[in-house]
């Protein structure tokens, strides 16, 4: 049932408010301000402490989501994080000693090469912590650990309301681990807190974007190549809003660290490929403006994606500007992931592809 949506895909995007108060819900004691994953969590509070490293692993999008988790984890806990995707954790001999916790994360609990990865993790002593939306699922039973994303089913080939959630529970995790490790003050934590209570309603907010995203979806949905650009944790959204549009779109896509462009890249730049550059991250928001000036000296049409405030600064450099609401600078995954879904379902529609099952792809990968 679409639910009045004419795919799966526009639905299970606009589920996302819910999908995150669900994975919010019954995990943050109110009274206290604090994250408690204690009902979930079996790790004693000492395991929690001993823990040197860890490693992430899992495949496309689920992949992406790790890939936030190691600059939520480094940032918020400092333990060194490591992310690869399954099917080259499982072949290539992880130094794995007593102390390395594996997490996998898996919309479906049913991916080979992920489950395989937790199976060889076990094998070399390690305990896995699995983030996965199935309960009962292959990845679910036998991981020594389970955080449950509370999504719901996702139908839609193309995955959206699980990788959100799976940063939401990712956030809980690093919080939950700082509050235990104590490398963070309460009222850190207290903060983080009111503003993952803000990002369902903030969500809602972006959703309104939908028809802006169409326009510009309709105006890209032409070119055969297309560049997303972003730092730090928007070169992580970047991957993710590039896995999105290739998949269903079928337009040929790169993201990249915007600072690396120069090394090469900027030679494939012209008036022929769109550039969506991502810059809401404060910290690194000056060197990302001279990179998105690099790309427009070279005619590249841009669209930049910022924070709410800056759109008037950006909009010298870029020829169209959307400006997601503010919150904590590792929160904005979870919010500037929105735009970019929306982009690619669009294109997807402007091309006539069938958005729901693009050609060639499953929604569950079962073999290797
Ligand atoms: O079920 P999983 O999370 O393990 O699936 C992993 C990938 O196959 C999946 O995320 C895939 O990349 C999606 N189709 C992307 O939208």
Redesign the pocket.
């Known amino acids: 049932d679409k639910g009045g949506y004419d795919h799966y895909m526009l639905k299970e995007i606009h589920e996302q408010p819910r999908a995150y108060r669900e994975t919010l819900n019954n995990r943050i004691d109110h009274e206290n301000q604090r994250v408690d994953l204690s009902k979930e969590i079996h790790l004693s509070e000492d395991e929690i402490r001993a823990i040197e490293k860890i490693h992430i692993v899992?495949?496309?999008?689920?992949y992406h989501a790790g890939l936030v988790g190691k600059y939520v984890i480094e940032n918020l806990v400092r333990i060194p994080v490591e992310v690869d995707v399954a099917s080259e954790y499982r072949y290539r001999n992880p130094i794995i000693t007593p102390n390395t916790l594996v997490m996998v994360?898996?919309?479906?609990?049913?991916?080979a090469d992920?489950l395989a990865a937790l199976r060889e993790a076990q094998k070399l002593g390690a305990k896995v912590l699995a983030i996965t939306n199935v309960n009962g699922s292959s990845v679910a039973r036998d991981a020594d650990e389970v955080l449950l994303t509370h999504a719901g089913p996702e139908i839609a080939?193309?995955?959206t309301k699980?990788y959100t959630a799976q940063l939401i529970t990712i956030y809980l995790w690093g919080l939950y681990l700082a509050q235990i490790r104590e490398t963070q003050s309460e009222e850190v934590i207290r903060q983080y807190i009111q503003a993952l209570s803000q990002l369902p309603t903030q969500v809602e907010k972006l959703l309104e974007f939908a028809p802006t995203m169409k326009q510009f979806a309709e105006r890209y949905a032409h070119y055969e190549d297309l560049f997303f650009i972003g730092r730090s944790l928007d070169y992580a959204v970047s991957l993710e809003g590039s896995?999105?549009l290739k998949?269903i779109s079928y337009i040929h896509s790169e993201a990249y660290p915007a600072g690396e462009l120069k090394h090469g890249t900027l030679a494939l730049i012209t008036n022929d490929v769109p550039v969506i550059a991502l810059a809401t991250q404060e910290d690194v928001y000056e060197k990302m403006v001279s990179n998105i000036k690099e790309v427009n000296a070279r005619e590249a049409y841009i669209l930049g994606i910022t924070l709410e405030g800056n759109e008037e600064g950006l909009s010298k450099s870029v020829n169209e500007v959307i400006a997601i609401p503010r919150t904590l600078p590792l929160l904005t995954p979870a919010l500037s992931v929105i735009p970019l879904q929306l982009l690619a379902y669009y294109a997807a529609l402007a091309r006539g592809n069938d958005v729901d099952k693009p050609r060639n792809?499953a929604k569950?990968?079962t073999v290797e």
């Open positions: 899992a495949c496309g999008t689920a994360i898996s919309q479906s609990g049913e991916t992920t080939v193309a995955s699980a896995l999105k998949e792809l569950s990968v």
